[in-house]
């Protein structure tokens, strides 16, 4: 199975940047379509950002603009650029497989925690 590292968060102001950067074990993450999500207390853990084996892209409303996902297949390393921080991005920021997100056993990272506040 997997394993996620996930880092690079912190306590930024309004309208800072942070890079979050998510390492996965594994000699196939080159063909793995990868996503970052968030979570906040009493919340479900939400999907922000996309990227595909290919390299495609997608991002939800909230941080389209914002936020840059990009990958390093040699790395194996995925990464999460979010710039103009608000303070609804605050939250523990996770990583994993699109597709093992989806079921209810999947093993997740530690995440790395987010806050946005002046």
């Known amino acids: 199975q997997v394993q996620l590292v996930e880092s690079g968060g912190g306590l930024v102001q309004p309208g800072g940047s942070l890079r979050l950067s998510c390492v996965a074990s594994g000699s196939i993450f080159g063909i793995k379509n990868m996503g970052w999500y968030r979570q906040t207390p009493g919340k479900e853990r939400e999907l922000v950002a996309a990227?595909?084996?290919?390299?495609?892209?997608s991002y939800d409303d909230s941080v389209k603009g914002r936020f840059t996902i990009s990958r390093d297949n040699a790395k194996n390393t995925v990464y999460l650029q979010m710039n103009s921080l608000k303070p609804e991005d605050t939250a523990v920021y996770y990583c994993n497989d699109l597709t093992a997100a989806l079921l209810s056993d999947t093993t997740w990272g530690q995440g790395t925690q987010v806050i946005v506040s002046s």
């Open positions: 990227v595909i084996s290919d390299g495609t892209v």
